[in-house]
Nanobody, 115 residues
Framework: QVQLVESGGGLVQPGGSLRLSCAASGSISSIYVIGWYRRPPGKQRELAAI???????KYADSVKGRFTISGDNAKSTVYLQMNSLKPEDTGFYFCHVTSRLGAFWGQGTQVTVSS
């Protein structure tokens, strides 16, 4: 099993920044992909960014150049640095891992971009 706890969400003005954290515990060595997903209001969940165990990353076109996903192995934590935030970035953000033991989701954290 892998447990995930997200933090760092909140209310920010357009153009502002937030950094989300996803702390993993449990069978961490089994993880090979970690991603940040988001669910905008009234819409389906979508992938924002993903990082593989080799350090490679992928981003949704809508966040490229503004969001950066990174990992700190010593802290078993993955971050999502979000800059130049837009109102359309508003949503519930979830951390997700794919591991040899299966797929796991965190409880999510709300991000609201509004003036």
């Amino acid at each position: 099993q892998v447990q995930l706890v997200e933090s760092g969400g909140g209310l920010v003005q357009p153009g502002g920044s937030l950094r989300l954290s996803c702390a993993a515990s449990g069978s961490i060595s089994s993880i090979y992909v970690i991603g940040w997903y988001r669910r905008p209001p009234g819409k389906q969940r979508e992938l924002a960014a993903i990082i593989f165990d080799d350090g490679s990353t992928k981003y949704a076109d809508s966040v490229k150049g503004r969001f950066t996903i990174s990992g700190d192995n010593a802290k078993s934590t993955v971050y999502l640095q979000m800059n130049s935030l837009k109102p359309e970035d508003t949503g519930f953000y979830f951390c997700h891992v794919t591991s040899r033991l299966g797929a796991f989701w965190g409880q999510g954290t709300q991000v609201t971009v509004s003036s």
